[in-house]
């Protein structure tokens, strides 16, 4: 079946630093792609839409340049975390839409730790 | 405003215990309805996409029926390997992100 596949799985980075985190669809082309943050024991929440060759819509309160989102192919979304605080620790997961059918899947997760 | 409620918040049953999860939804034009299993650590697993009141959709030990309010996940003789959160959520639109319940944490004991 149709997969999505995010690299790294987990990754430590320093307070200050940048860390970027990638999404595939390996079985399909996805123009639309779907960023959630995830904190312990609670639902997914969605932090922006990535639109393949435009500008990525970030959903209220999600601050655009501290989470960079490049979608600059039909397969690969990224989402950049710049100058990391302790308090963007959390899993990042991603989702994309099958374009054959209405199935939205989602990726492994990432689970950022800032120190 | 596009809204989700899961219930229970959490669902404790013995092996083979039956049971079902419920999820109310307020939508302005369904165009799915997913249900989704979440292991802890791990992204949601894709499990159906209801369409339309009236649809069911089966699979192993999980059914899934869905109507114009609210939609059930019935669980069947359950393992402990169907430990886990299910969440369920709706979309509106084509390409319009998922709108998530909080879920329903499931544990069930051997």
């Known amino acids: 079946g149709a997969v999505v596949s995010q690299h790294p799985s987990w990754v430590i980075c320093k307070s200050g630093t940048s860390v970027k985190i990638e999404c595939r669809s390996l079985?399909?082309?996805?123009?639309?792609m779907f960023w959630y943050r995830q904190f312990p024991k609670q639902s997914l929440m969605l932090m922006a839409t990535?639109?393949?060759?435009?500008?990525?819509?970030?959903e209220q309160g999600v601050e655009k340049d501290k989470f960079l989102i490049n979608h600059a192919s039909l397969t690969l979304s990224t989402l950049t975390v710049t100058s990391a605080h302790p308090e963007d620790s959390s899993f990042y997961i991603c989702?994309?839409?099958?374009?054959?059918?209405?199935?939205?899947?989602f990726g492994e997760g990432s689970w950022l730790t800032v120190v | 405003e596009d809204q989700v409620t899961q219930s229970p918040e959490a669902l404790r049953l013995q092996e083979g215990e039956s049971s079902s999860l419920n999820c109310s939804y307020t939508?302005?034009?369904?165009?799915?309805l997913f249900w989704y299993r979440q292991d802890p650590g791990k992204g949601p697993e894709f499990l159906f996409t209801?369409?339309?009141a009236g649809e069911e959709k089966e699979k192993e030990r999980l059914k899934a029926t869905l109507t114009k309010k609210e939609s059930f996940l019935h669980i069947t003789a359950p393992k402990p390997e169907d430990s886990a959160t299910y969440l369920c959520?709706?979309?509106?639109?084509?390409?319009?992100?998922?709108?998530f319940g909080k879920g329903t944490r499931l544990s069930v004991i051997a």
């Open positions: 209801l369409y339309s």
């Open positions: 939508v302005s034009g369904l165009r799915g």
């Open positions: 079985d399909f082309q996805a123009t639309t």
């Open positions: 959520a709706v979309q509106a639109g084509g390409n319009t992100p998922l709108v």
């Open positions: 989702s994309a839409k099958e374009p054959s059918g209405n199935t939205i899947y």
């Open positions: 990535s639109n393949e060759g435009s500008k990525a819509t970030y």
